[in-house]
């Protein structure tokens, strides 16, 4: 199936990005061009409420500044401060509500890992996230078999109407599409990376350079007690 109407959809890219990564890039590059999407946006997570009290947090306003390092040599990819902005928890659906209405006529493309779609129902409002984008899921290395169905919770799967490779659906109220984009990407994870940090080991070439440096002259993730929300 290809993506009806992708040249009118802005990619909106979400995620806590406690760093950004090369995995991550990588996987917005090729779900932009498998879709033809022409701009992706980033929106780092500023209280990201699924994530637990006990992972370390680099400071909201510093996420931002390094996803906007990462994305600045790429035409198509663009960051913006929306969460970082807003008080509270980073509800996704509070943020697609506002980018829907800013970005009309065109439609956002939601662009999730396939890990954290798995989760979406313990997303606030997560039947409301179907009526307001489109969903690409990006299969996540190591690849993994299976149908979008079987990873959305039961109560969840009566929404779309699955087409029958399992693979696409469409919301049964918008018809706003939801399909499975198979990306080959990049084994890596920022929980390594930070991992990695800790442990006084080489990031170099998980992060983009102009990153690993700002990371670096940052000194979080060494010592958790200096990296905080
Ligand atoms: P952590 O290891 O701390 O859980 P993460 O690397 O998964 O972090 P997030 O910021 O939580 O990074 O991820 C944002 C989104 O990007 C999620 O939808 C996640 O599935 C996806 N993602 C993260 N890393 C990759 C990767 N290497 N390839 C493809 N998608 C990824």
Redesign the pocket.
């Known amino acids: 199936m290809t993506a009806p109407d992708a040249g009118n959809a802005v990619g909106v890219?979400?995620?806590?990005?406690?760093p950004?990564?090369l995995?991550?890039l990588?996987?917005a590059e090729e779900v932009a061009e498998c879709l033809g999407l022409e701009r992706v946006i980033f929106v780092p997570?500023a209280r990201?409420p699924h994530?637990s009290d006990g992972?370390e947090i680099a400071p909201a306003q510093q996420r931002f500044e390094w996803v906007k390092l990462a994305v600045a040599s790429n035409p198509r990819f663009e960051v913006d401060p929306i969460e970082v902005e807003r008080e509270g928890p980073s509800y996704s659906v509070t943020t697609l509500v506002e980018l829907r209405r800013r970005l009309a006529p065109a439609v956002p493309v939601f662009?999730?890992?396939?890990?954290?779609?798995c989760e979406i129902g313990t997303w606030r409002e997560p039947k409301a996230l179907f009526a307001l984008a489109h969903f690409a899921v990006?299969t996540?290395?190591p690849e993994r078999d299976g149908r979008l169905a079987a990873w959305l919770p039961e109560y969840m799967r009566d929404e779309i109407e699955f087409d029958e490779d399992g693979l696409s659906g469409r919301h049964r109220v918008s018809d706003h599409w939801i399909r499975a984009v198979k990306?080959r990407?990049?084994?890596?994870?920022?929980?390594?990376?930070?991992q990695r940090i800790r442990e006084g080991r080489s990031t170099r070439y998980w992060l983009p350079e102009p990153v690993r440096r700002e990371v670096e002259k940052s000194g979080c993730y060494r010592d958790r007690a200096e990296a905080r929300p």
Do not use: Q, W
């Open positions: 890219y979400g995620g806590t990005f406690n950004i990564h995995g991550h990588r996987a997570s990201p994530k992972e662009i999730i890992g396939h890990d954290a779609f990006m996540r290395p990306i990407g990049l084994d890596v994870s920022a929980s390594g990376i930070r």
